[in-house]
């Protein structure tokens, strides 16, 4: 590893970067498809730029082992998380409104 | 007694002990900001129609954080690979530049707060909301510059509506029934928005004040240790980059969406 190659691999991450978040403005800023759309193109877009950082910046494209588990560990209850928050909202305790 | 793999990595694992302890500590965080997202998706689908606020941020201070923050990200990760090949001026240049961007990307949200911080949304006696950022007041009365509007809804979907006039207006304090800033318990946009932001931004200051230890009185350690101090650098680094990462997802979810 050498600094100068490291600088050129930054620079092109640094533009892809820039070149994501342009995109997720415009997704934000255009007509086309309705609300539900619109989030999904933006969140996958971000999912995308959160690559980038953690695949290059933070080395997890070439990372042991144990750290590739300890994030599995961490999807895994991360989905849940969410998961559990989304069925919730369709499990009304009887007698209450939305 | 001396702790094994303090710095050099373990046989069976290849990672030393303080690798492995931030991407356990980054994996608790990953939930903490989870509950939060979890909150915000909750409050966001559970708001009646038209009550959910949109362009109420600015896009552009925002896209200019997020540049701050990858580029900080970047010379972050300079600033350790300058350790690695052994060059410490380039290590100092790179991580005060880190500083430096973190201290732009507070001053940027702090400006942010205090214009949410100036902004009244003021209820007027005969129904009518008046609704700008406040110029001066006092006893008699309140000057805003900004607009009134009739229907509540008016405040809320600012991105449909193209140039919103403003003007300077005063309103008497006898006819106020009701003033409040868009600060925190202004309702459940702002109270998710400031606690996320408001967390995030704690995460940038104790990362500043780690990064900031590192580049000055911490450096000592690279005449002593200065494989242990590269360690350092990195572990440091993997905090940051999931800072950043954070940022990547709460940019678009409050900003865009």
């Known amino acids: ?98 | 007694m001396e702790i094994p793999y303090t710095i050099q990595a373990r046989p069976d694992t290849g990672l030393y002990n303080a690798k492995l302890g931030i991407w356990l500590f980054l994996a608790s965080e990953v939930m903490l900001f989870g509950g939060l997202f979890s909150a915000y998706v909750l409050l966001r689908v559970g708001a009646p129609e038209g009550f959910w606020p949109h362009g109420w941020l600015s896009v552009t201070l925002g896209t200019v954080n997020t540049l701050i923050l990858a580029l900080s990200a970047i010379t972050t990760l300079l600033a350790w690979v300058a350790c690695k090949v052994g060059d410490f001026k380039k290590f100092k240049l790179f991580h005060a530049c880190t500083l430096l961007l973190a201290l732009s990307f507070l001053s940027v949200k702090s400006y942010e707060y205090h214009d949410k911080w100036i902004h009244y949304e003021i209820h007027l006696k005969d129904g009518r909301i008046a609704d700008g950022h406040l110029v001066r007041q006092d006893d008699q009365q309140v000057v805003i510059e900004g607009r009134i509007v009739t229907d509540e809804r008016d405040l809320y979907d600012l991105r449909t509506q193209k140039n919103i006039p403003h003007d300077e207006i005063t309103l008497s304090r006898d006819n106020i029934v009701k003033m409040e800033n868009y600060g925190p318990r202004h309702n459940t946009f702002t109270a998710i928005y400031f606690t996320m932001t408001g967390l995030h931004a704690l995460h940038i200051l104790g990362g500043s004040v780690v990064i900031g230890f590192l580049w000055g009185p911490g450096s000592r350690m690279w005449k002593t240790n200065r494989e242990q101090f590269t360690n350092r650098i990195e572990v440091s680094g993997l905090f940051w980059h999931f800072v950043d990462l954070v940022w990547i997802f709460l940019f678009p979810v409050l900003y865009l969406t």
């Open chain 1, 1 to 98: 590893m050498d600094l100068k190659s490291a600088i050129r691999k930054c620079v092109l991450v640094f533009l892809a970067v820039a070149c994501t978040t342009s995109m997720m403005i415009a997704v934000s800023f255009s007509h086309i498809g309705g609300w539900p759309v619109k989030v999904a193109a933006i969140l996958a877009v971000a999912v995308v730029n959160a690559f980038l950082v953690a695949g290059y910046l933070m080395h997890l494209l070439s990372e042991k082992k144990l750290i590739y588990t300890v994030l599995i560990f961490t999807v895994f209850f991360f989905a849940g998380l969410l998961g559990l928050t989304l069925w919730a909202m369709q499990d009304f305790p009887v007698g209450t409104t939305h």
